[in-house]
């Protein structure tokens, strides 16, 4: 079964079919969906989607294009979200120095991108990593926070992997999993095929992101996790091996680093 470790069913571009989609998702070979938040409210929402559904679980967090408003008690109600049993990770959080105006300015990002991992740290929860155009920044938070907690082995995903294959390396290297949705699809994503060929199959995570990023060949369509399909066959293709063993070692790291064993 396929286990779609990166989904927003809350999105609006949901509203007029999510029940009918989330009912026939599981006859359509996807057998986890975890839905990620990215502000408070989508946070909250994820949490009711994961209370609904028996194969749907739940990340809370704030995606740093939504930090400008946070504050303290922002914090405190993603720990009590987070007390729900179905609440698997603290996502997505990052940075994002792509678009400049009407989002927080790097410091501040920086700012609640640490106060969320502190999180993590004080939940025993791993991490979603948001990241774009800021790799350096957050390689240097990441690095930081491995010194400050060298027993943590996984901490979490490079979630929606857009660097360098050397850098995914690295990351791997600090223990780390590299998500890879609809992207590995696209012509023009010439990284992205050489990370999917060189890092090791055991720290790969597939994801769609949906409602964005829908793979080839219904790129531009909105997206939904029966796509991903899509990328483990590219993945399978690009290191030459059967769709099969992608979609099973996938499940097997999805497991691990969200604590879902069987
Ligand atoms: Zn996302």
Known sequence: ?????????????????????????????VGIVVNVGADMKSSASSVALAQSYDYIYAAVGVHPDEVESMDAACIDRLRQMAQDPRVLAIGE???DYFRKEG???????KYWFRQQLDLAVELEKPFIIH????AEDTMEILQEFGKAHPDI??????????????????YIAMGYYIGIGGVVTFKNAK?????????????????TDSPYLCPEPNRGKRNDSSQIRYVIDKIADIRGILPEEVEKQTEINARNMYGLLQ
Do not use: W
Not at 103 to 109: E, N, Y
Not at 131 to 134: E, K
Not at 155 to 169: F, R
């Open 153 to 170: 082995k996984h901490p979490g995903v490079i979630h929606c992997y857009s660097y360098s294959p050397e850098m995914a390396k690295q």
């Open 1 to 29: 079964m396929i286990f779609e470790s990166h989904a927003h069913y809350d999105d609006r571009q949901f509203d007029v079919d999510r029940e009918d989609l989330l009912r026939v998702l599981p006859s359509k070979n």
């Open 103 to 109: 989002h927080a300015c790097k410091d501040t990002q």
């Open 131 to 134: 990241s774009r155009d800021a």
């Open 93 to 95: 959080i990052g940075l």
């Open 191 to 207: 990284k992205l095929v050489e990370t999917a060929k060189e890092i090791p199959l055991e720290r790969i995570l597939v994801e």
